[in-house]
Structure formats: structure tokens, C-alpha cells
């Protein structure tokens, strides 16, 4: 069973690096969306001391910027309100290649959710949003429109970069995000060959209604699964979800394909020290299920608690392995 955390400044340093390797994490992600894998290497070095002082090894997987759509960078939080209007383009920066696969009548959300627009106008500026559901918008925040894939290019030149340094940084696999069909792995394996990168398994993120349409041949290419309920919960009604995680969980059983299942496994522990009985209940399922990779994210990047977490992952995690029922 693979136990993965998230590294981020909440566990940037040995000692508690330290203490989640001895808690049952082998396994850290680092995320590209935020930074360059080089601007890692400080925290990569305390992970390293900490590997050491375990005398235990830790998996590294980079998760990719690809892509990924996110809004840019906001100068300061935007505080949102049921009610009023905001402009795409204007007020929240989007790729042009964003906003040109935009038109009025769509609703977005951002920030995994927390925050729903409707686009009710085209102006000069932009798009003119109605806020249905409010909140504190934070820069680099995740972007998403409910029943609709907008294209973008599947690696980033910031990819190509992080890859060419990925072999010297001891990452072992990529996470790639929003995998739209097999083609998209063999394009990405293509790459890691041409940079000499063959050695590095390709672990395709599915999180998007295109991966979910797809998933057979996805499966077949990709070394390991990836099931993302961060992103695909926002390009879906949520209370779909469950029923697309079991089918995505009985394909790989039956392709003897590995899964790992990531997003909110332990949200209330980025504030609280001891999670929900709901939690420990997701977590066990999802190993009973068929899952062998369980992946923090915020909660140990930025919570407060993130040696605990891993302790409680890791323990209701392994209670649904079999002999120990």
C-alpha cells in the first residue's frame, strides 16, 4: 500500500518529514502547478535527511502542470459575493486560450468548487460572471466549466523544463493531469525518451468527463491510475462521483493496473487533529475497492496537522488490507 503526502510548507523540514516516514508514508508528490521542480531542492534535501534517518527509501512523483487550467495571478484576494458580477479576463486573469472556448450561459468553478459563476454577458474586457457561490479567491486557484473540456497543449514549456531535470532529482514518476485519451500517454512517454527519461513511470490523472469516456484505453497505456475528485467533482454534479470511482476502481482491478486515489481524503484535518468518522469510512472503502495508492494533498502541504494525518490514513488504510479484518 502506498501512504502518499504532499510536500509543502507545512512539512518542509526532516523532523517532520521525518515523522510521517515513521508514521507510513513512502510516498511524497511534489506540485508543479505552484513552482519549478529546481526551486524543490531545499525541501527535496530534507527529505533526503529524513530518508536517512528512517533508513527508509520514499517514492518521488512530480505532478505536472499540464494541462491544467487555473486562473492567473490575482495581486491581492478577491472576495466574491453571491450576487454580483465579475469579469473574466478583467478581474480574474485566464489564458487567452482559455477565454476564447468561453461563452455566455456556462457555469465555471474555481478553486475546486468553492466558488460557482455563471457567464451571463460578453464584454470588451472579457466575461461578465454572476457569482452564484461565493468565497475568497486566492491566486493559481483551480478553474473548471461544468460539463465542458476546454483544449489546451498536454505539456507546458514549464513541463519540458521540470522533466529535463526530473532523472537528477531522483522523481520516479509523473503525474500526469487531465489525460484526455491513450494518446496522450504515448506522447508523454515519447518525450521522457527523447530527454532520456524512459525509466520514469507515467501515472495518468483522470479528471475530466474526456478521461472518464476514455478510461479503457487510458488504463492500458499508463503505467499506474490516478483517480482525481478534485477536478472531475467540479466538471460534474458531485453526487456522481461515487459511481464513477467505482467503475474507474473495477477497471483497473480487471486490467491488474495500479490505482491511487487522491482529493479531500482528510480535508477537515488542514484545521482539525483528529478527522471525521465519514474520512475513515472513504478511505477504508476506497481500499476496499480495489485502490493501492492513498494521496494527501493540502492536508499535509499547507494543514496543520500533517504527521497526523498520515498516521490516520495509514492506520484505516491498512485495517481494509485482507488478515486485518
Avoid at 518521488?60 to 458580477?85: A, F, K, Q, S, Y
Avoid at 471525521?276 to 472513504?282: G, I, L, Q, V, W
Amino acid at each position: 500500500m502506498k501512504i502518499y503526502g504532499t510536500l509543502g510548507p507545512a512539512c518542509s523540514d526532516s523532523s517532520v518529514l521525518t515523522d510521517m516516514i515513521r508514521k507510513g508514508m513512502n510516498g511524497i508528490r511534489l506540485n508543479l502547478s505552484h513552482g519549478m521542480l529546481e526551486s524543490f531542492k531545499a525541501s527535496v534535501n530534507e527529505l533526503r535527511a529524513a530518508e536517512k534517518a528512517c533508513n527508509a527509501s520514499v517514492e518521488m512523483v512530480i505532478d505536472m502542470e499540464g494541462p491544467e487550467l487555473r486562473v492567473g495571478n490575482i495581486r491581492e484576494p478577491l472576495m466574491l459575493n453571491i450576487g454580483d458580477n465579475v469579469v473574466l479576463g478583467r478581474d480574474i486573469p485566464l489564458k487567452d486560450i482559455v477565454l476564447e472556448q468561453l461563452c455566455t450561459g456556462l457555469v465555471c468553478r474555481l478553486d475546486d468548487g468553492k466558488i460557482e459563476l455563471e457567464i451571463i454577458d460578453k464584454s470588451s474586457e472579457g466575461f461578465v460572471c454572476r457569482v452564484l457561490r461565493g468565497g475568497k479567491l486566492l491566486p493559481r486557484k483551480s478553474f473548471a466549466v461544468l460539463g465542458r473540456s476546454i483544449k489546451v497543449p498536454l505539456l507546458t514549456d514549464n513541463d519540458i523544463k521540470n522533466l529535463n531535470v526530473a532523472k537528477t532529482m531522483g522523481v520516479s514518476a509523473i503525474l500526469q493531469p487531465f489525460v484526455r485519451c491513450a494518446d496522450d500517454i504515448y506522447d508523454v512517454k515519447r518525450k521522457l525518451a527523447e530527454l532520456g527519461c524512459e525509466d520514469i513511470e507515467v501515472i495518468a490523472k483522470i479528471e475530466d468527463i474526456n478521461g472518464l469516456n476514455n478510461a479503457d484505453g487510458i488504463i492500458k497505456a499508463a503505467d499506474r491510475v490516478l483517480f482525481a475528485r478534485g477536478d472531475l467533482g467540479n466538471s460534474m454534479d458531485m453526487w456522481l462521483l461515487p459511481a464513477h470511482q467505482k467503475t474507474i476502481s473495477q477497471k483497473c482491478a480487471a486490467a491488474n493496473k495500479s490505482l491511487i486515489i487522491a482529493t479531500q481524503l482528510l480535508a477537515s484535518m488542514e484545521n482539525n487533529p483528529v478527522p471525521t468518522r465519514a474520512e475513515m469510512n472513504d478511505i477504508y472503502n476506497c481500499v476496499l475497492d480495489g485502490a493501492d495508492g492513498l494521496m494527501l494533498t493540502g492536508e499535509t502541504a499547507a494543514g496543520k496537522y500533517p504527521v497526523q494525518a498520515i498516521r490516520y490514513l495509514k492506520n484505516a488504510a491498512y485495517q481494509a488490507l485482507p488478515g486485518k479484518n
